[in-house]
């Protein structure tokens, strides 16, 4: 029965005893509601602005992704079926007459990714900027107790 007590009746008693004590000090409460992000209408709406542009941004690519896709498809046939994609590559670059359009289609491609990437960049600096204001806000919530 000792040990029983000792590995089952004692940690449940001591988790016990801990939230009860948590709830006495009042931790786990829940912060103000204006430090809550997910309830912040201005940064669901940039997020959202966010997301829609990258959307548009990915429309726009989907063509293109496609149609580099055939080229380099036309690319690899006519190299061999061995040919590396560094080859491939070569043989697009290689030969505008050939493959009439690659050089622009690779231009749209790498401003697309651009475009992307500095999308991505700009939601990233929205979250981090909405979390720091978060934290700060916490952090002047702590203090006033």
Not at 62 to 81: I, T, V, Y
């Amino acid at each position: 029965m000792r040990n029983f007590a000792r590995r089952v009746v004692a940690p449940i008693l001591s988790v016990a005893a801990l939230l009860f004590f948590t709830a006495l000090t009042g931790c786990g409460k829940g912060e103000s509601g204006s430090a809550d992000r997910t309830k912040d209408s201005a940064y669901r709406a940039a997020l959202k602005g966010s997301r829609d542009a990258q959307a548009s941004i990915a429309r726009r690519q989907q063509p293109l992704l496609a149609n580099a896709e055939r080229m380099r498809a036309r690319a690899k046939a006519a190299l061999g079926a061995g040919a590396t994609d560094a080859q491939v590559e070569s043989e697009l670059d290689a030969n505008p007459a050939k493959y009439p359009g690659w050089k622009e289609l690779k231009a749209s491609l790498a401003q697309a990714g651009k475009d992307m990437d500095a999308a991505q960049a700009k939601a990233r600096a929205t979250i981090r900027k909405r979390i720091l204001k978060e934290a700060a806000e916490k952090k002047a919530a702590r203090k006033t107790k």
